[in-house]
C-alpha cells in the first residue's frame, strides 16, 4: 500500500503546500525562500468571515540570505493571506531576528528563543526550520561546504548513522566504526 491509496471513502479538507527555492545571487550569498499556502476544501468560518473553499487561510512567504558559512545575513517575511489581518502579519517583520544565526547545530533553538510561542507566528517558525535544510540541499553538489567539516546530514536519520554501512561507503572518511547489533525487535507471545 502506497500512502496515497485510500483504504476508506474519503473527502479532502484541508491541503497545505509548502514550496521552498534556493538560489546563488550575484554578489556571493544565496537566497533560500520558502512559500507556505493552506487552503481548505470546504467553508471555512475563521476570523469572524467564512472563507469559501480553495481560498487562502494562510499565504506566509519567509527568504533567509545567507553567507558561503551559513550565517544568516538577511531575512525577511510577509504574510499574504492570514485569520486574522491586522494581528498575524504584524509580526512579520520580527523575523529579521534570524540575521546573525548560524544554521547548524543548535540553530532550531535559537529560532525558538527568538521567535517561539508568542513571540513569533507558528507557520513562519515552521517555516525558518524548513529552510535550514533546504540550504544544505542548496549547498549539496555546488562544493560550497568544507571538506574538513562533518556533512551535516550525517547521524541524523538512520541510513547516515557514521556507524553504518552507508557513511562506510560513501562518507569512509566520517566512518566510526560498525554500529552495535540488535537483535532485533522482541515479540511477547
Not at 550565517?71 to 499574504?80: E, K
Amino acid at each position: 500500500m502506497s500512502p496515497s491509496e485510500p483504504t476508506a471513502s474519503r473527502q479532502p479538507l484541508h491541503r497545505r503546500t509548502i514550496e521552498i527555492v534556493g538560489y546563488r545571487r550575484d554578489d556571493g550569498l544565496y537566497d533560500i525562500e520558502g512559500r507556505l499556502l493552506d487552503r481548505k476544501d470546504v467553508d471555512f468560518t475563521v476570523g469572524g468571515r467564512v472563507k469559501p473553499p480553495g481560498e487562502a487561510i494562510h499565504h506566509m512567504w519567509l527568504r533567509i540570505t545567507v553567507d558561503r558559512e551559513l550565517r544568516i545575513v538577511d531575512a525577511a517575511a510577509s504574510t499574504d493571506a492570514m485569520p486574522y489581518p491586522g494581528s498575524c502579519d504584524g509580526i512579520t517583520p520580527d523575523y529579521a531576528k534570524l540575521v546573525g544565526l548560524s544554521i547548524g547545530p543548535g540553530y532550531l533553538r535559537h529560532v525558538k528563543e527568538r521567535l517561539g510561542g508568542v513571540h513569533g507566528c507558528t507557520h513562519l517558525t515552521e517555516l525558518a526550520a524548513s529552510l535550514a535544510t533546504a540550504a544544505f540541499q542548496t549547498f549539496a553538489g555546488q562544493g560550497l561546504m568544507p571538506s574538513e567539516r562533518k556533512p551535516p546530514q550525517l547521524d541524523r536519520c538512520h541510513a547516515l548513522d557514521s556507524r553504518g554501512e552507508t557513511v562506510a561507503r560513501y562518507y569512509p572518511k566520517w566512518y566510526r566504526g560498525a554500529a552495535p547489533v540488535s537483535d532485533g525487535p522482541t515479540e511477547n507471545h
